[in-house]
């Protein structure tokens, strides 16, 4: 190696010492300063209450309300534009440190836990589809009520949520987050995309199982403070950060756990069968890339209209008048007559049905395509779920560049034309999906069948990333 080459090693090094070091100390801060974390948890609480109830009390802005002249669009730009996607953002990139560190709802149900009954568990709250079917279902009610669209809806969804997060603090747990841990519609979502951020709470087990009290001088021996983690996570055997909140209670405790930095596809290519659950492949591939897939596309998909327009002469042939009826309370079917948007039987029904037929293509498509190429690869059990898992870049892009849709209409109303949108997206989806192909390849490779029955498989892995990346192809280049 030449003296440059050298030089230049040393400085790599030396730069990530330092980096690690900087992470390490900003673990350690969390863990000093929690008066600081909990003063900002309540501080978001109180803007969430704010921009969630007061724009349900007020009337509806009309068609040339602009944001600087109406609270209901702030509030409506900062859930759905900035602060959801922003969500799903940091949790791909920081773990889940909106979890610990600023949810409203962690924050209440937690807090709610330390006076209430404090009752065990009871079996059916551990049922681990909880977290897959409250995301299913919250975001097809979320459609069929247009709650991006309108404050009465998102009040309905968002604090109904946050209320049952109350009660079930109120019931279960003492200063415990069981809502968060067994129950949350989100947090199926978050343990998944954490799994892919380069930034992490990392437990050395030996220096845990190692660790001494020190002996501090004037002072006796440094007494071990146990520590309150409030999802439950065993942290001495934590070896994943799907479930851990990143809240830093636990940083520097035993000397054993620190913040830390890791290649990003780390815990998605050391993933094995035991680590990889059937739920959660089943929230990426029929909640992400099928059920949110679909309720993007349905309301900007020509198809759907098509196939509506078709079914209405049909009902109107058949004269099944109920059907084209839109006498329906908001919060069953959108009902808002002040602005022109109302939801018909005939709507509901399409919605739900356009959302199935995605999650059935897109959703199915790709376990298939998984199973398939974990099958020809490597034959073991269980083999499909580390497979899927390599979809998660596409899975947490594909949920930011959905709900970018809202970010980019409401800043549409204000003036801006955001011409170069469409193509940035794609750019964004080429490289989600570009890493979820490699990903696909690698793990077919380490498969335990022979070279040619992996390279056979090769194509099989292929097919489940350019499934999910020619669909939104389709919605925003052939649409
Ligand atoms: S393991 Fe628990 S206490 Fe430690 S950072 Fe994660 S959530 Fe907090």
Request: hydrophobic share 50%; net charge positive; charged share 15%.
């Amino acid at each position: 190696m030449t003296r440059g080459k050298m030089k230049l090693v040393r400085l790599r090094l030396h730069l990530r010492q330092r980096l690690d070091g900087w992470v390490e100390q900003l673990g350690l801060w969390m863990a000093r300063y929690r008066m600081v974390i909990t003063a900002m948890q309540w501080v978001v609480v109180g803007i969430y209450f704010a921009l969630l109830i007061i724009p349900a009390t007020l009337p509806l802005p009309n068609g040339v309300a602009r944001m600087t002249q109406s609270l209901t669009l702030i509030a409506q730009f900062v859930f759905w534009g900035i602060w959801w996607p922003g969500v799903i953002l940091a949790t791909m990139s920081v773990g889940r440190l909106w979890c610990g560190t600023m949810c409203p709802e962690g924050a209440l149900t937690e807090w709610a836990s330390r006076f209430g009954r404090g009752a065990p568990l009871p079996a059916w709250l551990k049922w681990p589809g909880w977290p897959t079917l409250a995301f299913i279902t919250t975001t097809l009610y979320g459609q069929l009520i247009s709650v991006y669209d309108y404050p009465r809806p998102a009040l309905l969804i968002l604090g109904g949520s946050t209320l049952a997060a109350i009660v079930i603090g109120l019931l279960y747990g003492r200063g415990k987050r069981i809502w968060c841990r067994h129950l949350c519609p989100a947090s199926g979502v978050f343990h998944l995309l954490t799994r892919m951020a380069p930034l992490y709470f990392k437990v050395d087990r030996q220096a845990w199982d190692h660790w001494q009290p020190v002996q501090l001088v004037g002072r006796g021996e440094a007494q071990l403070v146990p520590i309150n983690c409030a999802p439950l996570v065993d942290i001495r055997r934590m070896r994943s950060s799907a479930d851990c909140h990143a809240c830093g209670r636990c940083a520097g405790h035993r000397n054993a756990v620190h913040l830390a930095l890791r290649a990003p596809s780390a815990e998605i290519l050391s993933a094995t069968p035991a680590s990889v659950t059937r739920e959660e492949v089943f929230t990426l591939c029929l909640g992400l890339l099928g059920v949110a897939t679909g309720a993007f596309h349905w309301s900007m998909s020509p198809w759907f209209v098509t196939v509506k327009e078709w079914c209405a002469q049909w009902l109107v042939s058949h004269e099944w008048w109920w059907a084209l009826s839109n006498d329906i309370p908001w919060f069953v079917l959108t009902h808002f007559p002040e602005t022109n948007d109302t939801f018909t039987w005939l709507d509901g029904a399409m919605i739900l049905f356009y959302i199935a037929a995605t999650t059935l293509v897109v959703g199915g498509g790709t376990l298939l395509a998984s199973a398939l190429a974990a099958r020809v690869s490597d034959g073991t059990p269980g083999r499909w779920r580390v497979q899927a898992l390599t979809l998660l870049p596409l899975g947490g892009v594909s949920v930011i560049v959905g709900l970018s849709m809202t970010t980019v209409t409401l800043l549409r109303g204000e003036g801006f034309q955001l011409a170069w949108i469409n193509f940035s997206r794609l750019i964004l989806l080429g490289g989600a999906g570009g890493w979820a192909a490699s990903l696909a390849i690698r793990q077919v490779w380490r498969g335990r069948a022979s070279p040619l029955r992996r390279a056979l498989a090769i194509p099989l892995a292929l097919a489940a990333p350019a499934l999910v990346c020619s669909a939104w192809y389709v919605a925003f280049r052939v649409w």
